[in-house]
């Protein structure tokens, strides 16, 4: 295993350096200066589900935005990140401001008290979609959901799996009816996008929106041009 931080280490925390307030390399002018410092911090799971690349790609673009992230990803999303995108933890945790790992339900993230201004699970397993729905919050990004919701912030989850069970479709509308919003990273295909990078960005432009992130900036439909 690569040196470093471990996202499931005891102790894993911040990122060397990290904080809140402005990073090397993240634009502070025009998108975060304005941006409400409760808008600026996001938590974002990832989890087992294939389509690690949204979680990363949603950390990246926060990062270009200034907003602050605070990223949990359990065991199975390790395995995948590394299996689709050839990253181990450590690149993973790289990408985000703060890191917790996912045995950590003492982290700050596990309380309401820590606002923020949403979370997204990107991707979203069934099993996730599962222990959010009922409320079984038995590791840190399940807990961090729970807190989510019970504190009426929002709650994005881009569940993945095809085809679904009854037990799928019962768990989205349990997890609807808390007031999260079920977020299936389903391409569009009405702006002709031409690669794959271009459709993931589609996806994670309007998750930020959604997020209420100041200057996320999803492509507006024009109509359909005759
Ligand atoms: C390559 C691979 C792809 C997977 N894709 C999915 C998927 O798209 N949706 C899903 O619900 N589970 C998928 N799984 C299974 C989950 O990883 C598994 O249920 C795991 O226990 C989820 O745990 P977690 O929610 O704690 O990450 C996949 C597993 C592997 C190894």
């Not at 569009?188 to 994670?204: G, K, S, W």
């Amino acid at each position: 295993m690569a040196a470093g931080p471990a996202l499931d280490s005891p102790g894993a925390r911040a990122s060397p350096g990290a904080s809140d307030a402005a990073q090397p390399g993240v634009d502070t002018t025009s998108a975060a200066a304005s941006i409400n410092p409760r808008l600026q911090r996001l938590v974002v799971g990832i989890t087992g589900a294939s389509g690690a690349v949204y979680g990363v790609r949603l950390l990246e673009r926060a990062r270009t935005l200034g907003v602050a992230t605070h990223l949990v990803v359990t065991p199975a999303g390790v395995l995948n990140a590394h299996h689709e995108l050839g990253l181990d933890r450590n690149a993973l945790a790289a990408l985000a401001d703060h890191h917790h790992a996912v045995g950590d339900v003492g982290a700050c993230i596990a309380s309401g008290s820590f606002d923020t201004a949403a979370m997204v699970v990107a991707p979203c397993s069934m099993k996730t979609l599962a222990a959010i729905a009922h409320g079984f919050g038995d590791n840190l990004l399940t807990r961090a959901a729970d807190v989510t919701l019970k504190e009426r912030r929002r709650l994005l989850l881009l569940v993945r799996e095809t085809p679904l069970n009854l037990a799928h479709l019962r768990n989205m509308t349990a997890a609807t009816e808390m007031g999260a919003i079920v977020f299936p990273p389903l391409p569009a295909f009405y702006h002709r996008p031409q690669t794959i990078a271009e459709l993931v960005d589609d996806t994670v432009e309007r998750v930020l929106a959604l997020c209420g992130i100041a200057h996320a900036a999803p492509k507006p439909w024009a109509g359909v041009r005759s």
